[in-house]
């Protein structure tokens, strides 16, 4: 058989014998017009050698670019590519993915060299539908599906766990491993999940790496608040749960109209509030905020329009709520009110029942004359004021009971009282460790009846109360 002049020079020509810098354009260039790189130098070739009556002119099929092996692979399903990062958190990963298929989603998984010491990439490829990569120079994947293609060949890049040291990577543009190449090389979404050591997370350094990779576009999911996998470790630095990370992934790739709540205005209060006694001192209460923020966090990734009314706490903003910082109960009312109309109101504040009549302007010294006395009024009721509203009074209003004996009894007179829709009822005994914790059990009380669901941690409680709110405000299934 003939060969064209061309044919002869690829024959006598070993792609990955190139240098590795004329490799890589050629990778680009490759995957940029969808071919092969063996056709791409056979096109360059073609190019540089002219119309020859030797070499047929390229067919269609050769000049059209070839359709993406992985895109269709995925039968239409949505695609992410879950990057592993090496931090203890990476065995959460792998719940990850399923929690990913799940949603229906197509998921690939790619493991940094870390990562590797905690999962293995056969146990993250058999979960996924695909195999798991790890190397930028993959003799499987090089010319086929190489870094490029996998920046490409997804709707969305999710990074979990996502550790300071790749944050920093991304921050600064590093593509020294597949990982960062990929994120590197992306147009697409990438939502983070950082994981790390409270120490870490709150450092200098990755303040200004997230800063960084907000202002690059880059989306967040937590990290939470509460024990970290390490013996005797707490505070900020937790990875979020996967139900959580994998339901702002989904969020992330709806179109905003098919989410449950697109279009509704919804408001939240959390955490405690802090009253005056003098400059120094105040009455305070020991309500963590988290439940608050799982929900404020729902609801934005439910497509609400959020916005989050807060009283003290040390949580960073969730993801796409607007959140007002306040400290007193008067001034949560002023804020709450400000923010009507809304379609959902959600009161999970700890709200302090009493403040000091007469906060003193000055620090209170101590006296001969024996012990100062404060005397205390009582706080607006914020529930009942806004579900009592005749104007502008929210479609759902929604309280929380916080009850040490006789739950359901006291959380249904307090649902009456208020004038609500809906009580969430949970038992902050000491010994249940909610009060703080990062776990819930709650009674939903409504006025046809009650439910009791099971303890679960504060992030699917917030999940689970929005599906509910979703269902009862009628939109349809996402
Ligand atoms: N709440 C409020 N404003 C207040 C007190 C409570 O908005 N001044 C709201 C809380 O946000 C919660 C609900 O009312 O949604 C119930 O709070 P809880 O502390 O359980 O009840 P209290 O009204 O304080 O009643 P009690 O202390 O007698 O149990």
Not at 9 to 22: G, H, I, P, Y
Not at 279 to 298: L, M, T
Not at 412 to 425: E, F, H, P, T
Request: aromatic share 4%; charged share 25%.
């Amino acid at each position: 058989m003939l060969e064209t002049a061309e044919e002869k020079s690829v024959a006598s020509l070993t792609v990955r014998k190139l240098e590795d810098a004329l490799k890589a354009s050629l990778r680009v260039r490759a995957a940029e017009n969808g071919r092969s790189v063996e056709d791409e130098v056979r096109m360059i070739l073609r190019e540089a050698v002219g119309p020859s009556p030797l070499s047929p002119p390229p067919t269609a099929q050769e000049l059209a670019p070839q359709p993406r092996r992985v895109a269709a692979s995925a039968g239409g399903r949505a695609r992410v590519t879950l990057i592993i990062g090496g931090g203890i958190a990476a065995y959460k990963a792998l719940d990850l993915i399923r929690r990913l298929k799940d949603r229906g989603l197509h998921v690939r998984c790619v493991l940094t060299a870390a990562a590797q010491r905690f999962v293995t990439p056969l146990a993250a490829g058999a979960l996924a539908d695909d195999r798991a990569y790890t190397d930028l120079f993959d003799a499987q994947s090089e010319f086929d599906a190489g870094h490029i293609r996998l920046a490409r060949d997804t709707d969305l890049i999710v990074v979990a766990p996502a550790t300071a040291d790749l944050l920093a990577k991304m921050a600064q543009g590093h593509a020294d491993d597949l990982a960062t190449a990929i994120l590197l090389a992306t147009h697409r979404p990438v939502l983070v999940a950082p994981a790390m050591n409270p120490a870490m997370w709150s450092h200098a350094a990755t303040r200004r790496n997230t800063a960084q990779l907000a202002r690059d576009g880059i989306h967040f999911i937590g990290p939470g608040t509460g024990e970290m996998a390490e013996a005797n470790e707490a505070g900020t630095g937790r990875m979020s749960e996967p139900i959580t990370i994998a339901e702002a992934a989904g969020a992330l790739l709806r179109p905003p109209a098919s989410l449950r709540l697109y279009g509704r205005k919804v408001l939240v209060t959390a955490g405690p509030t802090y009253e005056p006694i003098d400059p120094v001192r105040y009455i305070a209460n020991r309500s963590s905020g988290k439940q608050g923020y799982a929900i404020a966090a729902a609801a934005a990734a439910a497509g609400a329009d959020v916005t989050l009314i807060s009283g003290p706490v040390e949580l960073p903003d969730p993801v796409g709520v607007h959140v007002e910082r306040v400290e007193a109960a008067r001034d949560m009312l002023t804020r709450v009110e400000a923010v009507l109309p809304v379609d959902i109101a959600i009161f999970a504040a700890a709200v302090a029942d009493w403040r000091v009549a007469e906060a003193s302007t000055q620090k209170i010294k101590k006296t001969t004359d024996g012990q100062p006395h404060l005397t205390l009024t009582e706080n607006p009721d914020i529930l009942a004021t806004i579900a009592k509203r005749s104007v502008d009074r929210p479609d759902l209003v929604i309280g929380f009971a916080a009850e040490t004996e006789h739950l359901i009894d006291n959380a249904q007179a307090k649902l009456r009282r208020k004038g609500c829709d809906w009580i969430v009822a949970n038992d902050v005994s000491p010994e249940t460790g909610i009060m703080g914790g990062d776990s819930n059990t709650i009674h939903l009380i409504t006025r046809d009846g009650t439910e009791s669901w099971p303890a679960m941690h504060k992030d699917d409680v917030a999940a689970v109360l929005i599906a509910r709110i979703a269902d009862k405000m009628g939109k349809g299934d996402a």
